[in-house]
């Protein structure tokens, strides 16, 4: 069982930056491969990015490639997202999730476990 805490959602001016992280529970979090998703009101939850379990391979949306970054401290049981360059159709609540199968994973079905999620809001 695996518990996901997100946190550094917030408000912010459209060009602006913000990095999210993703508190797990447990002695296993090395063990998961990770991900961000998205979801904006009235549309599907999206993929975002995604991380391998030792950190050494990410795999990027087409929408956010070359200005969000995920990484992982397998130390502090921790996922981050940083997002630079930031756009109003950014906006979405962003949520952390893992995944128990070994590769990367972009379908939402692969991932046993979702934290609560974070707000970001781009302004233009």
């Known amino acids: 069982q695996v518990q996901l805490v997100e946190s550094g959602g917030g408000l912010v001016q459209a060009g602006g930056s913000l990095r999210l992280s993703c508190a797990a529970s447990?002695?296993?979090?090395?063990?998961?491969?990770m991900g961000w998703f998205r979801q904006a009101p009235g549309k599907e939850r999206e993929f975002v990015a995604t991380?391998?379990?030792?950190?050494?391979?990410?795999y990027y949306a087409d929408s956010v490639k070359d200005r969000f970054t995920i990484s992982r401290d397998n130390a502090k049981n921790t996922v981050y997202l940083k997002m630079n360059s930031l756009k109003p159709e950014d906006t979405a609540v962003y949520y952390c999730?893992?995944?128990?199968?070994?590769?990367?994973?972009?379908?939402?079905?692969?991932?046993?476990?979702w934290g609560q999620g974070t707000q970001v809001t781009v302004s233009s």
């Open positions: 999730a893992a995944s128990s199968l070994a590769r990367v994973q972009s379908r939402g079905s692969a991932y046993n476990y």
């Open positions: 447990g002695r296993t979090f090395s063990t998961y491969v």
């Open positions: 991380i391998t379990r030792s950190g050494g391979s990410t």
